[in-house]
């Protein structure tokens, strides 16, 4: 992250929004696609479309409204992505984690990233909500190839924990106390857009993955490079290939965050606020 092209872009985008807003927030929440109606949760201070941000990439995704929501969760401040940008739409992945490193320079020091998967555990069912223990990126661009630029963090940074554990703690105390039923495991990120295949099911689910999406490793990484803290929720949207027996849609994954959303909603509102 070292590339001067690079580090001008990003310091553009941050120009571009300080230009309209001074809000400094704590926590920085990625929402992933059919959770956006958590946002409503949020007392809003300021809305920022990503289209006026100069040179900002710009979500394409049907269920993603690609604009950031700045505000607060009871005392706490927070700034939203409500919707986020994919490698699969034709982003460099440098493109696609600039929202995170974006994020860090507002000043957030918790990224609490989100999604909706498909579900390869046994006894996962739509709707279920999947606690993030690890993840496996080898499927995906690594977002730190390139120049690495020490000022910004080190060259092989650890990732031994990538999804804190103390954080993590207090998320599966925060559902047991509100009677929210909550899975964990291992999340893998592949590229997309097509959903994988029986055979590549069954080879993610030999390697130990539980949940498999288009998004989040990537930005996982790229906060953990800048000593962010991260965790993050899977919500099962469908069961995956050669576990479903009907053809996957995105429609399906939109119905699962549907049913999802009280829980969801709860369990995030519910956490945010220790998270200041």
Known sequence: MANTDYMKKLEGVYDSVRSKTDFVP????????GLGE??????VSFELPYSEIDGFPVSTVPGHDGKFIFGYIADIPIVCMKGRVHYYEGYEVSDVV???RLMIKLGIKTLFLT???GGLKDGFSAGDLMLITDHISVFAPNPLVGPNDPEVGPRFPDMTEVYNLKIREKIQE????N???LETGVYCQLTG????TPAEIKMLKTL???AVGMSTVVEAIAARHMGVDVCGISCISNLAAGISKTPLSHAEVQQAADEAAPRFTRLVTEVIKTLG
């Open 26 to 33: 704590k926590v920085g929440l990625v929402l992933g696609s």
């Open 174 to 177: 925060i559902a047991y106390e």
């Open 38 to 43: 958590f946002a409503k949760e949020i007392n």
């Open 208 to 210: 130990g993955v539980d």
């Open 179 to 181: 009677d929210i039923p």
């Open 115 to 117: 999604n909706a998967a």
């Open 98 to 100: 600039l929202p995170i």
């Open 193 to 196: 857009p097509t959903y994988e």
